[in-house]
């Protein structure tokens, strides 16, 4: 089992930047596969963006591309989220989650859940 700590949420104007931090803690870091999944008030969860366990495979959700960047350090157990030129849509909790399996899209596939962090866009 593995625990998900997220961090580095908060309040940023519109076209601003945000980096946000997983720290996992348990079982092997290096072997699951991560994702970014967000989900605003009244929306169901989307997916954002998701590493595989190297780090050299990566994929973004359509309304992210060009935008937030994911990246892992496995030496610090710790994943994370760069989100650039901030829309206000960008709002919503963020949440971290690990997957035993090939990284991916997909809620479904993953193991393993944090309680996520605020960011809040102004316009």
């Known amino acids: 089992q593995v625990q998900l700590v997220e961090s580095g949420g908060g309040l940023v104007q519109a076209g601003g930047s945000l980096r946000l931090s997983c720290a996992a803690s348990?079982?092997?870091?290096?072997?699951?596969?991560m994702g970014w999944f967000r989900q605003a008030p009244g929306k169901e969860r989307e997916s954002v963006a998701a590493?595989?366990?190297?780090?050299?495979?990566?994929y973004y959700g359509d309304s992210v591309k060009g935008r937030f960047t994911i990246s892992r350090d496995n030496a610090k157990n710790t994943v994370y989220l760069q989100m650039n030129s901030l829309k206000p849509e960008d709002t919503a909790v963020y949440y971290c989650?690990?997957?035993?399996?090939?990284?991916?899209?997909?809620?479904?596939?993953?193991?393993?859940w944090g309680q996520g962090t605020q960011v809040t866009v102004s316009s």
């Open positions: 989650a690990a997957d035993e399996g090939p990284a991916g899209l997909l809620l479904g596939e993953y193991d393993y």
């Open positions: 348990g079982r092997t870091f290096s072997s699951y596969a």
């Open positions: 590493i595989s366990w190297s780090g050299g495979i990566t």
